[in-house]
């Protein structure tokens, strides 16, 4: 697996979405998805709504991947704070 890869499968689940994944060691990682789908939803429907664009690969072909979940409102907000 490799980050590409899953940053297509998580942009083509969640129409709308922008996925940036970074993982070196192939099994391990790390992405920040911005969705206006996430509206309104806690961190776990969010992380649950990225792991259903992934299926069966999660667990298997990613044995990790840690997620930074945001609208794109709280990604504005972030980056107008310096974070």
Request: hydrophobic residues 40%.
């Amino acid at each position: 697996m490799d980050t590409e890869t899953i940053k297509t499968l998580i942009e083509r689940g969640l129409p709308g979405a922008r996925a940036e994944v970074r993982g070196a060691d192939g099994v391990h990682f790390e992405a920040t998805v911005i969705a206006t789908a996430f509206a309104g939803k806690p961190p776990l429907a969010r992380h649950r709504l990225v792991y259903a664009t992934l299926g069966e690969r999660m667990g298997g072909e990613i044995h990790a991947l840690s997620l930074k979940t945001l609208t794109p409102e709280e990604a504005g907000s972030r980056a107008g704070s310096g974070e």
